[in-house]
């Protein structure tokens, strides 16, 4: 399978914690992608980080790749009511690039 | 920022209607891509397209088609609109394989 698998299903937390979600993935990529999804609306991108990269930050965001493991993971600091959505992450794979296979997502809820 | 722009937010189809689905991104993208989006299923790519005039099959083509005669639009086609067509229906557009999606706000379809 080319998608991401995001653990856990589902996420709730206080507003102010941080909040870390993660993906696994079976292909080798070229790069993982994650995104957000407010109820109801399109996704939008959040960051890219290629297979090269360990680490990489936007803001608040977080994500770490880890190749070896096939893995990755979103953290998400000082956390807001706003970052209430669903998260998933969209594995690159190397073959079969041209298309991202996206998985059931997280749900996160911040609780105020 | 670009802008992936779907015709409607909201559309209620009677069974066996044709529907068209209309996408238009404003920032030259080659690559255009057409998702359903179901409760339990998560999104499941039904056609998407590397450039002007050409296309391809995603993981759930049965029961659409799709046409791009020209770069910035890429419309979604129901031949004979069904009740299992009911979903939220997500456009997307980026400008290669190394860059991230940017989608639409979404349509979601009721066919009654």
């Known amino acids: 399978s080319q998608q991401g698998e995001e653990d856990p299903q589902a996420l709730s937390i206080q507003e102010g914690e941080n909040a870390t979600m993660n993906c696994s993935y079976k292909?080798?990529?070229?790069?993982l992608q994650w995104y957000r999804q407010n109820s109801g609306r399109g996704l939008v991108h959040l960051i890219l980080i290629r297979s090269n990269e360990r680490e990489k930050h936007s803001g608040r965001l977080r994500v770490t790749l880890d190749t070896s493991k096939k893995s990755s993971s979103l953290l998400i600091t000082a956390s807001r009511a706003a970052d209430t959505a669903s998260y998933f992450c969209a594995p690159r794979p190397i073959q079969g690039a041209q298309k991202l296979v996206f998985g059931q997502g997280t749900r996160l809820t911040i609780n105020p | 920022d670009v802008k992936v722009t779907q015709s409607s937010r909201y559309l209620v189809k009677r069974t066996g209607e044709k529907v068209f689905l209309e996408c238009v991104q404003d920032?030259?993208?080659?690559?255009m891509f057409w998702y359903r989006q179901d409760p339990g299923l998560g999104l499941r790519l039904i056609y998407f397209s590397y450039d002007v005039k050409m296309k391809e099959k995603g993981d759930i083509p049965e029961g659409y088609s799709v046409s791009r005669e020209k770069k910035e639009r890429f419309s979604l086609i129901l031949e004979s609109a069904s009740t299992n067509q009911t979903s939220m229906y997500l456009c997307a557009s980026r400008h290669g394989t190394a860059y991230g999606y940017t989608f639409g706000s979404g349509t979601r379809l009721t066919v009654v």
């Open positions: 292909t080798s990529i070229n790069n």
């Open positions: 920032m030259d993208h080659e690559n």
